[in-house]
T-cell receptor, first 117, second 113 residues
Framework: DAGVIQSPRHEVTEMGQEVTLRCKPI?????LFWYRQTMMRGLELLIY????????DSGMPEDRFSAKMPNASFSTLKIQPSEPRDSAVYFC???????????????FGQGTRLTVV | AQSVSQHNHHVILSEAASLELGCNYS??????LFWYVQYPGQHLQLLLK??????LVKGIKGFEAEFIKSKFSFNLRKPSVQWSDTAEYFC???????????FGQGTTLQVKP
């Protein structure tokens, strides 16, 4: 398996533009996580899905952020409009999760480094 | 709310020194615990994990961690660090009743040759 695949690896955009980050989880994994990493705040959980359904989006900073998972092999994180403070590395991760156990680790993608100027 | 706390934000050691990184979590039920490592410019990789059984778990590259339930702690240790251990280390908790995976703030380890 190729692992979790994220695209693009780097994105530079101007303030106010829409940004879409993409993620392909490991085949067969039923959990998908989006994290944001910054020096100040560390690794923050933004949202996670189970079987394509958003379970907890309490970490999404504000309405400018939205995430979707239209099928088991694809997810997007969209920022509209983007602002300089959104500059960060965004990671996608996937895992298995048997109900009541959740004793499996998450596998991470390479991340997308977003710079908003 | 569930949270993970890593006590040390930045640690500097000389090669061959011993390492211990602290991790505490706030959740009263069954937990699954992880340590991940992130080498410069790379993604997170699993170092070790604890689900049940022996509270002392061994991972890759000579790392180990001890789960102390009464202290809600899962500290990472290595008897003798190498320059190549320079990286950021993250503790993570996955409560046993939810699929959520929560990370601590991370600890940057710098090993001087």
């Amino acid at each position: 398996d190729a692992g979790v695949i994220q695209s693009p690896r780097h994105e530079v955009t101007e303030m106010g533009q829409e940004v879409t980050l993409r993620c392909k989880p490991i085949s067969g994994h039923d959990y998908l996580f989006w994290y944001r990493q910054t020096m100040m705040r560390g690794l923050e959980l933004l949202i996670y899905f189970n079987n394509n359904v958003p379970i907890d989006d309490s970490g999404m900073p504000e309405d400018r952020f939205s995430a979707k998972m239209p099928n088991a092999s694809f997810s997007t994180l969209k920022i509209q409009p983007s602002e300089p403070r959104d500059s960060a590395v965004y990671f996608c991760a996937s895992s298995l999760g048997r109900r009541g156990l959740y004793n499996t680790e998450a596998f991470f993608g390479q991340g997308t480094r977003l710079t908003v100027v | 709310a569930q949270s993970v706390s890593q006590h040390n934000h930045h640690v500097i050691l000389s090669e061959a020194a011993s390492l211990e990184l602290g991790c505490n979590y706030s959740y009263g039920g069954t937990v699954n615990l992880f340590w991940y490592v992130q080498y410069p410019g790379q993604h997170l990789q699993l170092l070790l994990k604890y689900f049940s059984g022996d509270p002392l778990v061994k991972g890759i590259k000579g790392f180990e961690a001890e789960f102390i339930k009464s202290k809600f702690s899962f500290n990472l240790r290595k008897p003798s660090v190498q320059w190549s251990d320079t990286a950021e280390y993250f503790c993570a908790v996955r409560p046993g009743n939810t699929g959520k995976l929560i990370f601590g703030q991370g600890t940057t380890l710098q090993v001087k040759p």
